[in-house]
């Protein structure tokens, strides 16, 4: 059973840091390129940042360049997200997902084949 597990949410203060895992089971990652998204309650969902099958390529929304940085442990067959000075406006579920593609990544949502649960995030003082 193909399957992708969110891990590393929780509740961090403003300014904080969290990083979330995606660890896939029941198949490799290496030919598969993942985004991250995130969605707050009543917003629509959002594509954080994806990356390439290869690693090579990666890709963030102009709202978290600088704070967050994608990355691929395929021996681990697990993606993370690093999130750095989160503010309360991130509060959302995050989810991971994955499709099979060899070339440049992309955050739009409608592409991606393989979603996880989602790992809820709260950026509160």
């Known amino acids: 059973q193909l399957q992708l597990v969110e891990s590393g949410g929780g509740l961090v203060q403003p300014g904080g840091s969290l990083r979330l895992s995606c660890a896939a089971s029941g198949f490799t990652l290496d030919y598969y390129a993942i985004g991250w998204f995130r969605q707050a309650p009543g917003k629509e969902r959002e594509g954080v940042s994806c990356?390439?099958?290869?690693?090579?390529?990666?890709n963030y929304a102009d709202s978290v360049k600088g704070r967050f940085t994608i990355s691929r442990d395929n021996a681990k067959n697990t993606v993370y997200l690093q999130m750095n000075i989160l503010k309360p406006e991130e509060t959302a579920v995050y989810y991971c997902?994955?499709?099979?593609?060899?070339?440049?990544?992309?955050?739009?949502?409608?592409?991606?084949?393989?979603w996880g649960q989602g790992t809820q995030v709260t950026v509160s003082s």
């Open positions: 990356i390439s099958s290869s690693g090579r390529f990666t």
């Open positions: 997902a994955a499709v099979q593609w060899s070339g440049v990544c992309s955050r739009f949502a409608g592409i991606y084949k393989f």
